[in-house]
């Protein structure tokens, strides 16, 4: 009987297929974060991708102007202002800075030029500003020698029920209501309201020069 003879080599193995070049190739990482990469890197990557599309010269522009958009935002912000020092004197005039009066309205300062009326200049200022004392142009026009296109400034204080510069000047001195009114003769309050018409040509120019002092005469 023929013995079978024994071999001494190995089964070959089995062929071990190799990974082809796609499954080494490893799948992108998503850029965040945690990665470290900087929101400046991969804007970078970005731009340099639109380069193949829109030219070297294009690409740097565009690169250019967003790391400088990226520079500007992450400056530093501007130091806080030192605090003041804290002022104990209460007579020191640095403690009213930035304190607005309060504005007066109109009501308010005619009631308090109406307490300082010394002569009957102010009277007739004060009669101007509150509106009690309206003209008729016409008067006004004959005794100050105004043409018509001055009449369009004076509409506040003229009207055509109003008073000719006669009649009010013999009301002022008929009233005779105070001191300052007593003893002056038509002609003399006639003068002076004259004079007041050929300087003031509205209400408020009545009250902001009594209000002034300008208006406080002797007479």
Known sequence: ?????????????????????????????????????????????????????????????????????????GKKPKSVAKQLRRIENPFDTR???????????TEQRLKRVSENIHSTRDQILLGIANGSYKFKWTSVAKECGYKDGERKKMLSILDNKGYTINKLAHKIWEDGSSSYGRGKSDDIIRDEIID?????????????????GQGNTPF
């Open 1 to 73: 009987m023929i013995s079978k003879r024994k071999t001494t080599c190995k089964p070959a193995k089995k062929p071990v297929k190799k990974p082809s070049v796609k499954s080494r190739v490893k799948s992108p990482v998503k850029p965040d974060g945690l990665s470290g990469r900087s929101s400046l890197a991969i804007r970078q990557r970005a731009l340099i991708k639109a380069a193949r599309k829109d030219g070297e010269k294009t690409a740097r522009k565009k690169l250019l102007k967003d790391i400088t958009k990226i520079l500007k935002g």
């Open 95 to 105: 403690r009213f800075r930035g304190v607005r009066k309060k504005k007066e309205t």
């Open 196 to 212: 007041i018409l050929q300087t003031v040509s509205s209400r408020s120019e009545a009250l902001n020069l009594l209000d002034r």
